[in-house]
Structures are given as structure tokens and as C-alpha cells.
């Protein structure tokens, strides 16, 4: 079935560090791909997404590219803040018998000052 | 922007009571989606709605769990009965479209405590 793998379970920085977040997907169909961060005491919000492959989305800083041929979607971001801090979760929809968006296990983020 | 609402924010109930989540999608949104994360732990697909019924459901929405939104008001999750292992955080989601590019906006999530 389809899956999103992030195998980073937290990752700490100083502020201005530079961010990668790995996150490697799997499906037999043609999927739209996401970044969803996560507030303490919040519901997801969309960060990004990018729908056709080989693409870059972006926002606030944050970037990712959409590879097909190694089926991943890493996070990247220059200079992390510590506003920043907050759980990052790469998420997939593609249409394979439905169109549920699945989930990775997610990746905390903490900046520090 | 868009905001989706979920009531109660925090729900404590005795393990075979029954339950109901609530949740105020956005406004012009088709599809509701419901979402469950036992603490530190991902997100899990949990079912999801459109005109009257259940598209799609995950093996985790089991047949003690049911969905409704009678006449276009909440969109309700309802547990009966509850078992311990439903102590979870509940986020309800809704989209416009169901397309593949269509974003999920997620509602603050409701804390159900099954003691």
C-alpha cells in the first residue's frame, strides 16, 4: 500500500543552521506530495506541496523538490529560526482505489536560540 | 483563512460510555476526513465522508466508531462504546474537492481521554 517514510524522529539546531529533512514515499500511483508542520497544540497547516514531478514547491523559506526517480520529497530550509520549532510531517495523496492523504511518522524540529 | 472548529477540545470519558466528536467544517467544503494520533505518534487515517457517506475507511475505524453530518451541520465521530486504546487526539480535516492537489485543512483537534 501506499507509504511515507521519515526516518528522523527529531532534529535540533541552532538558529541560522541550515535544515534537511529526509522523506522517501512509495505508491503505485501518481501522487501529490505535501508538507504539513505542526504547532504545539494545533492542527497540521499546510507548508507545501507540489503536484507534478521533478517540480519545487516553496514557502516561508522552506523548500522541497519532488524526485521520482528516487521517490523522495526532503525538506530543506537555509537559515532555521527558532520560531521553526514545531513537528514537520510529509504527507502524500495519490490516487490508488481512493484519495486519503497518508502521513509520515513526522520529525520534530527544535531551534534553538 | 478557512477555519475548521472542533468541539469539545478535550473530551474525559469511562471506558464503554459512548462518545461524540464534533467537528464545524469549513463552510463550502465536500469531503470531511477524520484523523487519529495517540501522543508522540503519527497521523492515522481514520475514514473519510462525502454527500451522505463513507468513501474510505482505515482498519483503525472500527465498527464501534461511526461518522455523520445530518443536514449540513457537524460532522460528528461517534465511539460506542469507547475502549481504552481510543485515548488519542481526533483531528477532523475537510477539502473542497477530493483531487489529488486538493490541501486538507485540519481543525485544532479534540483530546479524548478513556479512563
Known amino acids: 500500500g501506499d507509504s511515507v517514510i521519515q526516518m528522523q524522529g527529531q532534529v535540533t539546531l541552532s538558529e541560522n543552521d541550515f535544515l534537511f529533512i529526509n522523506c522517501t514515499y512509495s505508491?503505485?500511483?501518481?501522487?501529490?506530495l505535501f508538507w504539513y508542520v505542526q504547532y504545539s497544540g494545533e492542527g497540521p497547516q499546510l507548508l507545501l506541496q507540489?503536484?507534478?514531478?521533478?517540480n519545487k514547491g516553496s514557502s516561508r523559506g522552506f523548500e522541497a523538490t519532488y524526485d521520482k526517480g528516487t521517490t523522495s520529497f526532503h525538506l530543506q530550509k537555509t537559515s532555521v529560526q527558532e520560531i521553526d520549532s514545531a513537528v514537520y510531517y510529509c504527507?502524500?495523496?495519490?490516487?490508488?482505489?481512493?484519495?486519503?492523504?497518508?502521513f509520515g511518522s513526522g520529525t520534530r524540529l527544535l531551534v534553538s536560540p | 483563512g478557512p477555519k475548521v472548529l472542533q468541539i469539545p477540545s478535550h473530551q474525559i470519558i469511562d471506558m464503554g460510555q459512548m462518545v461524540t466528536l464534533n467537528c464545524d467544517p469549513v463552510?463550502?467544503?465536500?469531503?470531511f476526513y477524520w484523523y487519529k494520533q495517540i501522543l508522540g505518534q503519527q497521523m492515522e487515517f481514520l475514514v473519510n465522508?462525502?454527500?451522505?457517506?463513507?468513501?474510505?475507511k482505515s482498519k483503525l475505524f472500527k465498527d464501534q466508531f461511526s461518522v455523520e453530518r445530518p443536514d449540513g451541520s457537524y460532522f460528528t465521530l461517534k465511539i460506542q462504546p469507547t475502549a481504552l486504546e481510543d485515548s488519542a487526539v481526533y483531528f477532523c480535516?475537510?477539502?473542497?474537492?477530493?483531487?489529488?492537489?486538493?490541501?486538507?485543512?485540519f481543525g485544532h483537534g479534540t483530546k479524548l481521554s478513556v479512563l
Open positions: 480535516a475537510s477539502s473542497y474537492d477530493r483531487g489529488g492537489n486538493e490541501r486538507l485543512f
Open positions: 505508491t503505485t500511483g501518481y501522487p501529490t
Open positions: 507540489v503536484t507534478t514531478a521533478n
Open positions: 504527507a502524500m495523496r495519490a490516487w490508488t482505489g481512493g484519495y486519503k492523504v497518508v
Open positions: 463552510s463550502n467544503h465536500l469531503y
Open positions: 465522508f462525502y454527500n451522505g457517506k463513507v468513501m474510505e
